[in-house]
C-alpha cells in the first residue's frame, strides 16, 4: 500500500471520530436544554408552594415534653389516650358486626355450587 492511503485512512477515522463526537455532543446538549427546561418548570411549581405555605398558619416549633409544664404534657397524653381508646372500641365494634353477619347467616336462602338449579333446595322450594 501506498504511504498516501495511510494517510487517507487517517483522515477518514480521524473525520469519523470527530463526526461521532459531534453527534454525542449535540445529543447531550438536547438533553440538558430539556432537563434545563423541566428545572424551569419545577421552580415554577417550588414558587407556587412557597407562596401557599406562606399564607398558612406557621407551625408552633417543637418543645420536648421534658421542657413543658407538667399539666400540659398529662393532658396532651389524656387526649392521646383517648383518641387510642376511640380507635380500638370502633375497631372492636366493626369486629363485632362482621361476626355478627356470619352467626346471623341464613344458610336456607343460600346456594350452593353443588346444587342445580333445575332440582330443589334443601328447604323444599
Known amino acids: 500500500?501506498?504511504?498516501?492511503?495511510w494517510v487517507?485512512?487517517?483522515?477518514?477515522?480521524?473525520?469519523?471520530?470527530?463526526g461521532m463526537l459531534a453527534w454525542f455532543g449535540w445529543w447531550l446538549f438536547k438533553k440538558g436544554m430539556v432537563a434545563m427546561e423541566a428545572l424551569g418548570e419545577l421552580a415554577g411549581r417550588?414558587?407556587?408552594?412557597?407562596?401557599?405555605?406562606d399564607d398558612l398558619a406557621p407551625?408552633?416549633?417543637?418543645?420536648p415534653a421534658i421542657l413543658r409544664d407538667r399539666?400540659?404534657?398529662?393532658?396532651?397524653?389524656?387526649?392521646?389516650?383517648?383518641?387510642?381508646?376511640?380507635r380500638k372500641e370502633r375497631r372492636r365494634e366493626?369486629?363485632?358486626?362482621r361476626?355478627?353477619?356470619?352467626?346471623?347467616?341464613?344458610?336456607?336462602?343460600?346456594t350452593?355450587?353443588?346444587?342445580s338449579s333445575a332440582t330443589p333446595s334443601r328447604d323444599g322450594t
Not at 1 to 5: D, L, V
Not at 71 to 86: D, I
Not at 94 to 97: F, G, N, V
Not at 112 to 115: C, L, N
Request: hydrophobic share 55%.
Open 1 to 5: 500500500m501506498p504511504w498516501w492511503s
Open 8 to 18: 487517507l485512512i487517517w483522515v477518514a477515522l480521524v473525520l469519523a471520530m470527530l
Open 46 to 53: 417550588l414558587e407556587l408552594l412557597d407562596r401557599a405555605s
Open 59 to 63: 407551625e408552633k416549633p417543637f418543645v
Open 71 to 86: 399539666a400540659e404534657v398529662q393532658e396532651a397524653h389524656r387526649v392521646l389516650a383517648e383518641l387510642r381508646a376511640e
Open 94 to 97: 366493626a369486629r363485632r358486626a
Open 99 to 110: 361476626g355478627r353477619l356470619l352467626v346471623t347467616a341464613d344458610l336456607r336462602k343460600r
Open 112 to 115: 350452593f355450587p353443588w346444587e
